[in-house]
């Protein structure tokens, strides 16, 4: 915001092209403003934003790692619904393990029990994402074509395993006793899942910027970014920060594939891909491997599709492509992109 303002009064960007700049931060209070008369009813509204906003933020859970990735290490990584579709399954074989816990009337052992879970998850994840990174994406690196190629097979790999190791019949993972059910104020209500996922989305983003702008790690991995071989000449392993920078992603996936499985309560080989779709669109929109701009999209999918599924359910299925359209028309490069040098 200084920095900005700065500008302004040093005459380097006039007031219109600032204020075009921070424009993409109203979309999200715009749309939601913008559907108030649309719906009519104000409890609905509320319920309806909740909702969407909650299910944005667990897209951006998963959006998050596939920003990172190719945002600071410049990686079109297509594999990374592979880690969605093993961080869900990883989890549901823990469900059985520790149902004595999920699903007796304790919140506190529900919550101890759920978090062992999806630390499980990210714990596989990151070890899955350290193999990947050694054997699938080292080899070509700064080549996007042979990444998408080579990354897609490798996810379609990921999928026929998991028939393998888990077998081909969908498999539940039901919610916590705790969280299973809706919260009920006046004439609003709100599932109670719905609102752990958004928490665990908002730390999630509270964590990585903190990481990446308050640290000594996000100072050397943005660095890292700018100039590399000075990074090197001061006697870091940049090529160790990225790894970390790609494990971190990887658990990212794992743990936005554990919460989605919880969310969805039913599980299949194909959920990686299926929210391939939505994490695509909303890395697009946001721009790629803007992390800000992930946020901004995740909650834009969320939103549109819960006012859509209410408003026009015929169309909602497709509305996130109409909403990814209008964007790219609105800016091309997505609402935040990035200056790569």
């Known amino acids: 915001m200084n920095t900005n303002n700065s500008a302004i009064e040093t005459g380097k960007t006039s007031p219109i092209e600032w204020f075009n700049e921070k424009l993409p931060y109203l979309v999200v209070p715009l749309v ?14 509320v ?12 897209i951006f859970t998963m959006a998050s790692g596939l920003s990172l990735v190719f945002g600071l290490m410049d990686v079109l990584n297509f594999g990374h619904g592979a880690f969605i579709t093993f961080g869900a399954f990883v989890a549901s074989s823990f469900v059985i393990p520790f149902s004595g816990w999920l699903q007796v009337d304790s919140f506190a052992q529900n919550l101890a029990a759920l978090l ?33 190629l080579i990354t897609m097979g490798a996810v379609i790999v990921a999928e026929q395993m998991i028939p393998v190791i888990w077998g081909g019949a969908p498999v539940s993972m039901p919610k916590p006793a705790s969280l299973n059910g809706v919260l009920v104020f006046g004439e609003i209500a709100f599932e109670k899942y719905r609102l752990f996922a958004f928490f665990v989305g908002v730390v999630v ?11 000594r790690i996000g100072l050397l991995v943005r660095a890292g970014v700018e100039n590399r071989e000075m990074v090197e000449a001061l006697g870091y392993r940049i090529d160790y920060l990225f790894i970390g920078v790609f494990i971190a992603g990887s658990a990212l996936a794992a743990l936005g594939g554990t919460l989605w499985g919880f969310y969805s309560e039913l599980i299949t080989a194909s959920v990686g891909s299926e929210i391939m779709i939505l994490v695509f669109i909303v890395v697009i929109i946001g721009g790629l491997g803007s992390v800000p701009g992930s946020l901004i999209g995740a909650l834009l999918v969320g939103l549109v599709a819960n006012y859509m599924g209410f408003l026009v359910p015929k169309l909602a299925l497709g509305s996130n492509i109409l909403l990814m359209l209008i964007i790219l028309l609105w800016r091309p490069n997505g609402l935040f992109p990035v200056n790569k040098h």
Do not use: C, N
């Not at 939601?32 to 509204?45: K, R, Y």
């Not at 319920?47 to 667990?58: Q, V, Y």
């Not at 990151?126 to 700064?142: N, T």
């Open 205 to 215: 983003y509270l964590g990585l910027y903190l990481t990446l702008t308050r640290t």
């Open 47 to 58: 319920t309806l934003t909740l909702a969407g906003l909650a299910m944005g933020m667990m």
């Open 32 to 45: 939601i403003l913008l559907a108030l008369p649309l719906i009519g009813g104000l409890p609905t509204w």
């Open 116 to 148: 062992t879970i999806m630390l499980i998850a990210v714990a596989v994840g990151s070890a899955l994402g350290l193999a990947f990174e050694k054997v699938v994406v080292a080899p070509v690196y700064g080549d996007h074509l042979k990444q998408i």
